[in-house]
């Protein structure tokens, strides 16, 4: 995790800035010399919106795909749960949905993977050093497509790579992240990571969370809202983060049903009656 916090300061000082107007020269395809080599030994953070994709084009659970593809780093300068996608164990350490034609999963790949070879900077990342976005190249010795005699734009290249849908879910994970909240330490409790962690990763298991409990007993969610949720992910991803907001942040984002406020008010009355009991 150092080691991105070298590379963040190292491209806020010596990357030279692009707006969504400048132009590039690059192009990848299978005949070009260096294609898959930039798809091994590197750490690919993924977003919940990214699980999402991944696990349902692969047709298996959320569960199943935290166990199978991604791991968890520990370090002490992470302020919540992240996830890298895990390469494979073989010395060459490669994506595991890369193949010798290319990638397997090419219509959902994560966020990472399609912006490359771009980088964005961006205020909404918490950079107190970027007063607005701005993107820049990401350079390495071993890519071979900056030779090739194709010319975009940067905003072509996000259209062309699809990046739009990725982009805006990824500006309401952000919203999430850089709350105030996270901001000391003591506040993350390990319930309150588990919490987290489930709703912004494990959706499948959030959805049991609040359909196979009393939740909806309690807080006041329409039946096409919980229509919706039971079979869109997207919808009960953002339906996940208002929960946060209210769970964790303590955010006036969902309504308790009154009768349930009529309960505890009693409850609180009830044990305010009981005498005391001496010692």
């Given at each position: ?145 900056y030779q090739e005699d194709k010319t975009q734009t ?126």
């Amino acid at each position: 995790m150092r080691e991105i916090e070298r590379l963040k300061e190292e491209i806020l000082k010596d990357y030279p800035r692009m707006s969504k107007d400048d132009t590039f020269k690059f192009n990848c395809h299978p005949g070009v010399s260096c294609f898959n080599n930039c798809c091994a030994d590197v750490n690919i953070f993924l977003t919940p919106y990214d699980v999402i994709r991944l696990k349902n084009r692969l047709g298996i659970s959320s569960q199943e795909f935290l166990d199978r593809h991604t791991l968890m780093p520990f370090d002490k300068g992470l302020t919540y749960p992240v996830i890298l996608l895990q390469m494979t164990e073989d010395e060459a350490k490669r994506c595991p949905f890369v193949a010798d034609k290319g990638c397997t999963v090419y219509e959902d790949r994560p966020w990472a993977c399609r912006m490359y070879p771009l980088g964005m900077a961006s205020p909404k990342d918490g950079n107190e050093d970027v007063p607005e976005e701005f993107h820049f190249l990401l350079k390495e010795a071993v890519c071979q497509g900056y030779q090739e005699d194709k010319t975009q734009t940067v905003i072509e290249w996000q259209d062309q790579q699809g990046i739009n849908d990725y982009n805006a879910m990824g500006d309401e994970f952000k919203e999430i992240t850089l709350h105030k909240f996270f901001e000391s330490p003591e506040n993350l409790t390990p319930q309150k990571v588990e919490m987290f962690f489930m709703v912004c990763y494990n959706i499948d298991k959030f959805r049991s969370f609040i359909f196979d409990s009393s939740f909806f007993d309690k807080f006041e969610v329409s039946d096409d809202q919980q229509k919706e949720m039971k079979t869109d992910d997207i919808a009960l991803l953002r339906f996940g983060y208002q929960w946060l907001r209210f769970a964790l942040f303590g955010e006036k984002t969902m309504t308790v049903k009154s009768d349930v406020w009529t309960d505890k008010e009693q409850e609180l009355k009830m044990k305010q009656k009981l005498p005391k009991q001496s010692s």
